[in-house]
């Protein structure tokens, strides 16, 4: 019994001395990858993360974590900043135009920001051939995003803001406040 507790805390202790050495190594790998980039070495990316920085975009992750399968792009110009957050498991963050996410925000697991949307309704055209449109999405501090909650192109989250699990955000959102629904409406101010 005795054993089998010491065995177990010594293959708990290596995984997590792998699991940082992969990190590091991962870091090391995309700010070679992506010149454009600015990936400190404070950040934690978990397994399965894709982050992606395409030519003529900016990325920027500072002091943050990103739990696994999430996925980050800047993508076509865009330039994206997240800092100092915490990001959940399978979120998916796309910028074509700007995203800013400021310091302590806490984003729940399948959360999604993009500020893009598909163009449609010409005729003759099909939706990838009429483009995108595009808006900044701005986070501001302290925001907590509930899980999969969905931020469109053009919407801002006022500081110290909640929203709750499965909310769209359509526009701007109010500070220290806490919005709820499809659409997003606020339910509460503090």
């Not at 598909?118 to 999405?137: C, D, N, R």
């Amino acid at each position: 019994m005795i054993l089998k507790k010491i065995i177990s805390l010594i293959v708990r202790g290596l995984s997590k001395y792998l699991d940082r050495f992969r990190n590091v190594i991962n870091l090391l790998y995309l700010n070679i990858k992506y010149p454009n980039s600015t990936i400190t070495f404070d950040n934690y990316f978990g397994r399965g993360c894709v982050i992606k920085c395409t030519v003529n975009s900016k990325l920027k992750i500072t002091n943050s974590s990103i739990d696994s399968g999430s996925v980050i792009i800047s993508d076509h110009g865009g330039d994206l900043n997240i800092s100092n957050s915490f990001i959940g498991r399978n979120c998916v963050i796309v910028a074509r135009d700007k995203i800013t996410i400021e310091p302590n925000c806490q984003i729940a697991e399948m959360v999604v920001v993009r500020d893009q949307n598909h163009k449609f309704g010409q005729e003759g055209k099909t939706i990838l051939e009429q483009g995108f449109s595009v808006a900044p999405i701005t986070i501001k501090e302290n925001v907590w995003l509930g899980a999969k909650v969905t931020v469109t192109a053009g919407s801002s989250i006022g500081k110290n803001t909640v929203v709750g699990s499965n909310a769209v955000v359509l526009s701007e959102l109010e500070a220290n406040a806490v919005y709820v629904g499809v659409p997003a409406k606020k339910v509460h101010s503090f």
